[in-house]
């Protein structure tokens, strides 16, 4: 029966424009939107072997999300491509985690914040990544490939390859060895 629905809602996301691999996996009840800004559809691109388990959010808002192929994102991760989100190959983000790639302008004292445009922010994440459950990896971030993320982090900076960080903000704490 999952294989029917997976199937039913692949089709139903290519029909709105969604390039999705006809081998990817998909749970009930994901909400994926191509959105638009500035006159501009997103574009949404789901490797093949990926899997977006329940609850998943993709919003490009004019932007790009691009899923590598064999991809694992755990229940109710959201991401926001605004600002363009790219995310590697064989890499498994774990539950509620939030991928942000824009951010507001702080406009001086009379200026409502809400009346600014977003600032564009991209995110990359590399090849055989784990980002642990509850992660926020915010705009204008590369998570270099092999990296560890730790549960609850927050990444506001770059990460080098095979690197390990925890804590908010993330800071590396180790490295993967060979």
């Known amino acids: 029966m999952s294989k029917i629905v997976s199937a039913l809602l692949r089709w139903f996301f290519k029909f709105r424009g969604i390039d999705i691999d006809y081998n990817v996996n998909i749970k009930p009840s994901p909400s994926i939107s191509r959105g638009i800004m500035n006159s501009k559809p997103g574009n949404i691109q789901i490797g093949a072997g990926a899997e977006l388990s329940r609850g998943v959010i993709l919003k490009a808002y004019g932007g790009n999300i691009n899923i590598g192929k064999n991809v694992f994102l755990g229940e109710y991760v959201t991401i926001y491509g605004h600002g363009g989100v790219e995310i590697g190959e064989n890499t498994l983000i774990a539950m509620h985690t939030c991928i942000v790639s824009s951010n507001h302008t702080i406009p001086s004292q009379g200026t409502l914040i809400?009346?600014?445009?977003?600032?564009?922010?991209?995110?990359?994440i590399g090849s055989d990544v784990w980002i642990g459950a509850g992660a926020k990896i915010l705009g204008d971030v590369t998570i270099g490939n092999g990296c560890v993320i730790g549960a609850g982090s927050v990444v506001t900076k770059s990460l080098?390859?095979?690197?390990?960080?925890?804590?908010?903000?993330?800071?590396?704490?180790?490295h993967r060895h060979e």
């Open 114 to 124: 809400r009346s600014q445009p977003d600032i564009l922010l991209p995110v990359k």
């Open 160 to 174: 080098p390859p095979y690197s390990i960080a925890v804590g908010a903000p993330a800071r590396i704490t180790g």
